[in-house]
């Protein structure tokens, strides 16, 4: 089925310092997601992305976050600067547009992000 | 605002015998109920969805009905297979085109010999 790359699968980095996080996204995809795990707690919803702009996104999207999507390459979440409680599991998901049906999401493996 | 509740963080059982897993919800919205399955190392994928009152959804072997009336879509198995050994969380999402999804904290399903 279709696939969502996340890269790196791993990010270890020192608090204060910027990160950016890549999706891949399924290539007719429209909507893209970002979701937030901080270890032993539910998946958070961060922000959703469509034709270049943020749709809606929720308070855990602090001002220090920013998304975007140049060119069709690929979709970014990028922390600056990056603070302990960004430490999580942050998954990238994509959908296209089905009208009036839910459109279904696929999501990457997740990046593991470590801020130290 | 919405929520999921999955109350069992750990189900351990042998294999061949049925699966349930609990999930409710709260919403002020129609909304449609989703399971997703996460096996190690891998993205979670869609299981099930559904946003119809009482009616049996399956997929895989697995089956969920949403019941309005008790604002519940628990996920059953007649049974178990190894291979079900994953987390499944149990998500809602308010009817419209590509809303967020509110997430259950998931339960971890393993599957003994």
């Known amino acids: 089925g279709p696939k969502v790359l996340q890269i790196p699968s791993h990010q270890i980095i020192d608090m204060g310092q910027m990160v950016t996080l890549n999706c891949d996204p399924v290539s007719n995809h429209l909507y893209f997601y970002w979701y937030k795990q901080i270890l032993g707690q539910q998946m958070e919803f961060l922000v959703n992305f469509y034709n270049g702009k943020v749709m809606e996104k929720s308070k855990l999207f602090k001002d220090q976050f920013s998304v975007e999507r140049p060119d069709g390459s690929y979709f970014t979440l990028k922390i600056q600067p990056t603070a302990l409680e960004d430490s999580a599991v942050y998954f990238c998901a994509s959908s296209r547009r089905l009208g009036d049906n839910y459109a279904e999401q696929f999501f990457g493996p997740g990046t593991r992000l470590t801020v130290l | 605002g919405d929520s999921v509740t999955q109350t069992e963080g750990l189900v351990t059982l042998t294999e061949g015998l049925p699966v349930m897993l609990n999930c409710t919800y709260q919403?002020?919205?129609?909304?449609?109920l989703f399971w997703y399955v996460q096996h190690l190392n891998e993205a979670p994928k869609l299981l099930l969805k559904?946003?119809?009152d009482n009616k049996r959804t399956e997929h895989q072997g697995f089956h969920a009905t949403l019941h309005k009336s008790s604002s519940s879509f628990h996920l059953q198995k007649s049974s178990a297979q190894l291979s079900d050994s994953a987390l499944y969380y149990c998500a809602l999402s308010d009817v419209g085109d590509n809303s967020k999804l509110i997430w259950g904290l998931g339960t971890s399903l393993v599957v003994n010999p």
């Open positions: 919403t002020a919205y129609s909304t449609f």
């Open positions: 559904s946003s119809t």
